[in-house]
């Protein structure tokens, strides 16, 4: 069985496409299939920020090919998992839910590292480098756990 996992943000150029190139670099394709998108609309078809794009590089990490989508009920169908990066997208992501099997799906990625806690990966879109760090380590350390939860699986 191939798990699906979906990372989601609010415009799919900043922490969700790190979280996706993240988690790929530790799972095999053949067993887990990582993707990610936004709630907002803003970004369709957009490559990552530049910023994750180089925070991503510097830890051998290619994200240049993802391109923004946006979140969409079919996600629901279509993924095991769904990450989001904050209690806002979280919001967004299960007002869309047509059912509580749709909502047991939708998590938030920190609680892997603070369970019950629901703290936000905070957006650096406005930050300087050191935030799009700091989102690097935050969501590499929650996806260490996410992989060894889904070995399990």
């Given amino acids: 069985m191939r ?12 922490r969700s ?4 190139g993240i988690l790929k670099a530790k799972v095999d394709p053949n067993k887990v299939f990582v993707d990610s998108a936004g709630t907002s609309n803003y970004h369709i ?7 994750s794009i180089q925070i991503a590089a510097k830890y051998n990490i290619d994200i240049t ?4 989508r946006q979140f969409t009920q079919k996600d629901f169908e279509d993924f095991d998992l769904i990450f989001a990066m904050d209690t ?8 869309q839910a047509k059912n509580e099997t749709d909502k047991e799906k939708v998590h938030l990625i920190l609680n892997k590292l603070t369970p019950e806690e629901d ?8 930050g300087g480098v ?5 989102v ?3 969501l590499d350390e929650a996806t260490d756990v996410i992989v060894k939860e889904i070995s399990i699986l």
């Fill in 65 to 68: 090919n993802q391109r923004g």
């Fill in 3 to 14: 798990v699906k996992v979906l990372m989601v943000c609010l415009g799919n150029i900043c």
């Fill in 88 to 95: 806002s997208n979280y919001k967004n992501i299960v007002q």
């Fill in 136 to 138: 690097y380590k935050m």
């Fill in 45 to 51: 078809g957009s490559s990552p920020d530049p910023r």
């Fill in 119 to 126: 703290l936000d990966v905070p957006d650096p879109y406005y």
């Fill in 17 to 20: 496409p790190l979280a996706e």
């Fill in 130 to 134: 050191m935030g799009f760090e700091n």
